[in-house]
């Protein structure tokens, strides 16, 4: 009865208190996605001053060094090679359709886009479309674009300048002499087709023998371009001159640049979805195959930090203080140090409190 009262007694003992060590769970990350769920299901605690060490038992499954390296986070979108935005060219005057170029054709200053009763309207290169007729005695910036275009095309004995004078008008003479049309020392509107360069002709909207009034033509510039429909929500990602690589549909790829983000969102609609996006401009260069159109992905670099520390991804555990860490390996031993974390791209973190060169646990 003496035994069983004894132990009857330590059993109702309250126990020794557990020792409480400074690890507590290790939750590795594989990403930035994860970072997020390894600071809920806690990590690591330092104690005080954010530190610790603790004895290896084994060599880790897998290490990386500290490095010293450039960053850049790119954004993948869908995209269209071809030869950018189509213009509408369109006859001004009335008369007959007599010639049209090929589709495909390209057309430089000076040459004929089309005729009207056999009477070439020629192509000048200019941002202001003609809206009046210049002729002897007008001013203004229209008479200066003529002006540089003849003075362009080769002809003498005027001054570039915003007045049309007699000498302008015997230069339009001789311009008009040598086109073979009517020689009137005057220009209407109807009498060329103004555009900012060289244009290529898309598509044809009249045949011969039709009225010349209304649409003519379509053409775009003779430069590559993809137009990509960018979500509004990436829009602040991209930014005018910055580089981008375009895969072609074979596979190859081509350097580009971002000229051009759209300021107006266009909102678009399939089935039950529905975008916005406002359209991006990349030109391309070192196009080798010749594709008029093309489905393409463009890559686009986003941000670009460099000259900065770097782990990957996989070696950052989050800390049950909050934060990030990383096992530094040091011989048969290991330690844990807490670091600050900037960019992430390309399977790397950007980090601050561990030196160039350490070596650090990444576990498979």
Same mark, same amino acid.
């Given at each position: 009865?003496?035994?069983?009262?004894?132990?009857?007694?330590?059993?109702?003992?309250?126990?020794?208190?557990?020792?409480?060590?400074?690890?507590?769970?290790?939750?590795?990350?594989?990403?930035?996605?994860?970072?997020?769920?390894?600071?809920?299901?806690?990590?690591?605690?330092?104690?005080?001053?954010?530190?610790?060490?603790?004895?290896?038992?084994?060599?880790?499954?897998?290490?990386?060094?500290?490095?010293?390296?450039?960053?850049?986070?790119?954004?993948?979108?869908?995209?269209?090679?071809?030869?950018?935005?189509?213009?509408?060219?369109?006859?001004?005057?009335?008369?007959?359709?007599?010639?049209?170029?090929?589709?495909?054709?390209?057309?430089?200053?000076?040459?004929?886009?089309?005729?009207?009763?056999?009477?070439?309207?020629?192509?000048?290169?200019?941002?202001?479309?003609?809206?009046?007729?210049?002729?002897?005695?007008?001013?203004?910036?229209?008479?200066?674009?003529?002006?540089?275009?003849?003075?362009?095309?080769?002809?003498?004995?005027?001054?570039?300048?915003?007045?049309?004078?007699?000498?302008?008008?015997?230069?339009?003479?001789?311009?008009?002499?040598?086109?073979? +049309?009517?020689?009137?020392?005057?220009?209407?509107? /109807?009498?060329? #087709? $103004?555009?900012? !360069?060289?244009? =290529?002709? %898309?598509?044809?909207?009249?045949?011969?023998?039709?009225?010349?009034?209304?649409?003519?033509?379509?053409?775009?510039?003779?430069?590559?371009?993809?137009?990509?429909?960018?979500?509004?929500?990436?829009?602040?990602?991209?930014?005018?001159?910055?580089?981008?690589?375009?895969?072609?549909?074979?596979?190859?790829?081509?350097?580009?640049?971002?000229?051009?983000?759209?300021?107006?969102?266009?909102?678009?609609?399939?089935?039950?979805?529905?975008?916005?996006?406002?359209?991006?401009?990349?030109?391309?260069?070192?196009?080798?195959?010749?594709?008029?159109?093309?489905?393409?992905?463009?890559?686009?670099?986003?941000?670009?930090?460099?000259?900065?520390?770097?782990?990957?991804?996989?070696? +950052?555990?989050?800390?049950?203080?909050?934060?990030? /860490?990383?096992? #530094? $390996?040091?011989? !048969?031993?290991? =330690?844990? %140090?807490?670091?600050?974390?900037?960019?992430?791209?390309?399977?790397?973190?950007?980090?601050?409190?561990?030196?160039?060169?350490?070596?650090?646990?990444v576990p498979k």
């Amino acid at each position: 009865m003496t035994q069983l009262k004894e132990r009857d007694e330590r059993a109702l003992r309250p126990l020794p208190p557990r020792r409480r060590g400074k690890l507590r769970i290790l939750a590795w990350t594989g990403g930035a996605a994860l970072l997020a769920a390894a600071v809920a299901a806690a990590a690591v605690g330092f104690g005080g001053d954010g530190t610790g060490t603790a004895a290896a038992t084994r060599t880790p499954p897998a290490t990386a060094k500290v490095t010293r390296t450039t960053l850049t986070e790119t954004k993948t979108v869908d995209g269209t090679l071809g030869y950018g935005a189509p213009l509408t060219v369109a006859g001004k005057t009335q008369g007959t359709i007599t010639w049209l170029p090929s589709e495909g054709a390209t057309i430089t200053r000076g040459h004929g886009v089309y005729s009207v009763d056999a009477d070439r309207r020629p192509l000048l290169y200019g941002t202001m479309p003609l809206y009046r007729t210049l002729e002897d005695g007008v001013s203004g910036k229209d008479v200066k674009l003529l002006e540089r275009n003849l003075d362009q095309l080769g002809y003498t004995g005027f001054d570039v300048d915003d007045e049309f004078t007699w000498a302008t008008r015997e230069a339009v003479e001789d311009w008009q002499e040598d086109l073979g +049309l009517d020689v009137t020392g005057k220009v209407q509107p /109807g009498d060329v #087709v $103004v555009n900012d !360069g060289r244009i =290529r002709v %898309a598509e044809l909207k009249k045949a011969l023998g039709d009225s010349a009034t209304g649409a003519v033509l379509t053409a775009t510039g003779t430069t590559r371009e993809v137009l990509v429909n960018l979500d509004v929500a990436d829009e602040h990602l991209v930014k005018k001159g910055m580089k981008a690589t375009v895969e072609l549909p074979d596979g190859s790829t081509v350097n580009g640049k971002v000229t051009r983000v759209g300021k107006v969102a266009t909102e678009t609609t399939s089935g039950s979805d529905t975008a916005t996006t406002v359209e991006v401009a990349v030109s391309v260069s070192g196009l080798k195959k010749s594709f008029d159109a093309a489905p393409v992905d463009v890559t686009i670099v986003s941000e670009q930090r460099k000259d900065v520390l770097a782990v990957p991804v996989g070696a +950052l555990f989050a800390l049950a203080e909050g934060g990030y /860490g990383v096992q #530094v $390996v040091e011989g !048969g031993a290991t =330690r844990y %140090a807490a670091v600050e974390t900037g960019m992430f791209a390309d399977g790397q973190v950007e980090v601050t409190g561990v030196q160039e060169g350490t070596t650090v646990a990444v576990p498979k």
